[in-house]
């Protein structure tokens, strides 16, 4: 039995609209994560409004933590370090965050840990519920391994969310290489303009996934862009006005459109790209998997045919659980960790950086 005393992380996240805090232990097990989710707020404008986002999180900031450490049964005592995201995000947003668990780590006299967004998300996916501890997670179609490795197997991953698209080749827990990016639109950003298009709302991305499954993906042909002279890299803006140019060409001629065929053909077309586009950089870099990361993993056709092609290329597939794709404090706590046992530490002099770089 392992008699070491496990490495406990409260990872602290507002670099959008979701107010959230989660324990984990060792980088891997979630022991409380608490969301407070602003979406509701936000919908009635359509989209983020970065002041309001600000002011919910100043509002829900102390109770999100106070509740992550109930639900863990814990006390600040039981805690090793803060881990907070201080980029890339809104400013103001990301120095609520940051400011508070400044001052949690002075307060407490707990070392504090700067955690960038996107590497957060990507080790998302070495999370596990401390129920589903050796257990395969039931929503998601891979199978979430119990035990890490205890080598590092270097794997490709696709980060999609509303403010990113990447496809970055990660070589250790804080070694980071992008290999393709977006010239133009996030993945995300797409969803959700193309639902706004199709009078679904904010946030688009779930609404185009459901409305989806009922239409056909071969109706309407949207193009599958590639860039310059890069296989890895993506555009969206292209497909995302092919969209908006088809619905007020039909409604010019008259015509009722069938949103569910719509909305169907678009994912396709955004999913066709981003599984090609990985897993062609993960055969030319000659790593064994993928795996996916971010809002957008949540799409339930992305997770479906990723898995799908990479079994049919011969790489193994995973993904984070559901909950843990959009904005959570589990994995900010898990990136942190890794950060940590390599002795980084952030000073308070640490700042909110809007557009942090990956792997920095
Ligand atoms: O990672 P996330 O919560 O926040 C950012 O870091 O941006 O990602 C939010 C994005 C939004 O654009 C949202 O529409 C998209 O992820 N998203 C989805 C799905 N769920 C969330 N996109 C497609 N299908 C989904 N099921
Ligand atoms: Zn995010």
Redesign the pocket.
């Known amino acids: 039995m392992d008699e070491r005393k496990k490495t406990i992380i409260l990872g602290i996240e507002t ?2 609209d ?1 107010t959230a805090a989660a324990v984990v232990a060792d980088g891997r097990e979630v022991i409380s994560n608490v969301i407070y989710t602003q979406i509701p707020t936000h919908t009635l404008y359509g989209g983020v409004v970065p002041e309001i986002a600000s002011r919910e999180h100043v509002l829900k900031i102390n109770q999100v933590i106070k509740k992550a450490l109930e639900d863990a049964k814990m006390t600040w005592d039981d805690i090793d370090a803060v881990a907070v995201t201080y980029g890339p ?1 809104l400013v103001g947003p990301l120095l609520i965050g940051v400011s508070t668990a400044k001052a949690l780590a002075y307060a407490k006299g707990i070392p504090l840990v700067g955690v960038n ?1 996107i590497e957060g ?1 990507i080790s998302a996916n070495y999370l596990v519920d401390s129920e589903s501890i050796g257990t395969v997670l039931s929503d998601s179609p891979s199978e979430q391994v119990s035990e890490e490795p205890s080598q590092f197997e270097p794997y490709m991953c696709l980060v ?5 698209s990447h496809i970055v080749r990660v070589d250790d827990y804080t070694k980071y290489t992008i290999i393709g990016r977006t010239h133009d639109d ?4 797409a ?2 303009k193309v ?1 706004r298009a199709l009078g679904l709302g904010y ?4 609404k ?2 459901k409305l989806a499954r009922e239409g056909n993906p071969g109706a309407i042909s949207f193009p599958r862009a590639t860039v310059g002279d890069s296989p890895y890299d993506f555009s969206f803006s292209g497909i995302k006005s092919a969209v908006l140019n088809y619905l007020n060409g039909a409604e010019m001629k008259g015509q009722e459109v069938n949103k569910a065929d719509v909305a169907a053909s678009f994912q396709q077309a955004v999913v066709d790209v981003l599984c090609d586009h990985t897993i062609k950089a993960a055969i030319d870099n000659n790593v064994k998997s993928v795996a996916l990361a ?3 993993a ?3 056709l ?1 997770r479906d045919t990723m898995k799908e092609r990479a079994e049919a290329s011969g790489l193994t597939f995973r993904c984070p659980k559901l909950i843990y ?3 959570n404090g589990a994995m900010i706590a898990a990136a942190g960790y890794h950060e940590f046992v390599e002795g980084r530490r952030a000073d308070l002099y640490l700042n909110a950086i809007p557009n942090l770089k990956i792997g920095m």
């Open positions: 670099s959008c979701e995000g967004h998300h999609a969310s509303g403010g990113h996030a993945a995300g950003e969803f959700d639902a946030p688009g991305g779930p185009v996934d971010g809002g957008v949540a799409n339930s992305l794709c959009t904005d």
